[in-house]
């Protein structure tokens, strides 16, 4: 079982709810991730306790350059963002690098399984 790990708990209540239904990593995951594959959607810190918030399905994986991010795309991840400069922003701090709208991005779209 893979999971899909936000280390942010302000996401947990949008993935509970379906607001958050994509996610944008730095790089290609394509290795990891596949279309239609079922994973967990968890929080908390990497090789720290992390919760099991729902069980999803992974509906697309799409490869491209950060500059190719669609506006709903950047909404569905993250609705405070409202630019691809955010975006650069936001991924600069979860990386702890400098991002830029020429690196590689892997956007995974995804939807809740309910119980």
């Known amino acids: 079982m893979y999971a899909l790990n936000f280390y ?6 949008q993935l509970r709810n379906g607001l958050k239904t994509v996610t ?6 394509r290795d990891k991730y596949q279309d239609g594959q079922i994973v967990w959607l968890t929080v908390g ?3 720290g306790p ?8 992974i509906d697309q994986v799409e490869v491209k350059a950060l500059s190719e ?8 991840d993250n609705s405070a963002l409202r630019s691809h ?4 922003d ?5 990386y ?9 991005i892997t956007v995974i779209h995804f939807s809740r399984v309910e119980d």
């Open 8 to 13: 942010s708990s302000v996401f947990a209540e």
């Open 69 to 76: 991010v669609s506006p709903r795309e950047i909404e569905r």
């Open 24 to 29: 944008i990593r730095l790089g290609d995951k």
């Open 45 to 47: 810190r990497r090789f």
């Open 85 to 88: 400069e955010d975006l650069v």
């Open 96 to 104: 702890g690098r400098k991002v830029t709208p020429e690196d590689t």
């Open 50 to 57: 992390r919760k099991h918030i729902t069980t999803a399905i």
């Open 90 to 94: 936001f991924l600069t701090k979860i």
